[in-house]
Nanobody, 120 residues
Framework: QVKLVESGGGLVQAGGSLRLSCVASGLTFSSITMAWYRQAPGKDREFLADIDWSSTRPFYADSVKGRFTISRDNAQNTAYLHMPRLQREDTAVYYC?????????????WGQGIQVTVSS
């Protein structure tokens, strides 16, 4: 049974930073691509970033490129999203996702989501 558990969210003032973590179990973490998404109230789920198994090819949405950083620790079965310089428009529920098949971006497994709220 695949399980993804996010942590590290919460309330932060504008300009502050957070680092989200996603611990995975029930899959071969070191072989699959991991991703982060978010969903703001009233909006569609938005892709933020993904990272391949070897961490050599991180990919970012234009909206967060140059600001957010995705990383992973295969020994800890954990993916991370470092988010500095947060703004109110970053307020959303953040989700991690795992690909079901190696070398694909077929994200079939999802965490329960974690709230990030940025106050002005």
């Amino acid at each position: 049974q695949v399980k993804l558990v996010e942590s590290g969210g919460g309330l932060v003032q504008a300009g502050g930073s957070l680092r989200l973590s996603c611990v995975a179990s029930g899959l071969t973490f070191s072989s699959i691509t991991m991703a982060w998404y978010r969903q703001a109230p009233g909006k569609d789920r938005e892709f933020l970033a993904d990272i391949d198994w070897s961490s050599t090819r991180p990919f970012y949405a234009d909206s967060v490129k140059g600001r957010f950083t995705i990383s992973r620790d295969n020994a800890q079965n954990t993916a991370y999203l470092h988010m500095p310089r947060l703004q109110r428009e970053d307020t959303a529920v953040y989700y991690c996702a795992a690909a079901a098949v190696e070398r694909t971006k077929d994200y079939r497994y999802w965490g329960q989501g974690i709230q990030v709220t940025v106050s002005s």
